[in-house]
Nanobody
Framework: QIQFVESGGGLVQPGGSLRLSCAASGKIFHLYDMAWHRQAPGKQRESVAVIRSGGSTDYGESVEGRFTISRDNSKSTVYLQMNSLKPEDTAVYYC?????????WGQGTQVTVSS
C-alpha cells in the first residue's frame, strides 16, 4: 500500500497562485506515473494533469496554460503549480499513483478560490 502526504491547499483570491505537493511512499517512485485530479461539489472527478515516469506531461483543457505539473524523484514528490486561479478551480484535489494496472489515491486537499 502506498502512503501519501498531500499539502498546499487553501483559500486564495481569484488570479492568485497555489502550489500543491504530494509525497508518495515506495522505493520505486521514479517508475510511477503521477497525476492530479479534482472533484467539485456535485460534479464528477476530472483529470487535471499527469506526469509520466519518463517526464512527459498532459493537461486537462480547462487548466492548460495555467497549471504546471512537475516531479522530484529524489524527494518522491509531485507538484502542481496553479496560477491565474479562477473560482471554477474550487475543488478537492487528489493525487494519484499509476503503476501498471494499479492505481492508488491520496486523501485529497481542498482548494477554494474566492474573494
Amino acid at each position: 500500500q502506498i502512503q501519501f502526504v498531500e499539502s498546499g491547499g487553501g483559500l486564495v483570491q481569484p488570479g492568485g497562485s497555489l502550489r500543491l505537493s504530494c509525497a508518495a511512499s515506495g522505493k520505486i517512485f521514479h517508475l510511477y506515473d503521477m497525476a492530479w485530479h479534482r472533484q467539485a461539489p456535485g460534479k464528477q472527478r476530472e483529470s487535471v494533469a499527469v506526469i509520466r515516469s519518463g517526464g512527459s506531461t498532459d493537461y486537462g483543457e480547462s487548466v492548460e496554460g495555467r497549471f504546471t505539473i512537475s516531479r522530484d524523484n529524489s524527494k518522491s514528490t509531485v507538484y502542481l503549480q496553479m496560477n491565474s486561479l479562477k473560482p471554477e478551480d474550487t475543488a478537492v484535489y487528489y493525487c494519484q499513483v499509476r503503476l501498471g494496472p494499479y492505481e492508488y489515491w491520496g486523501q485529497g486537499t481542498q482548494v477554494t478560490v474566492s474573494s
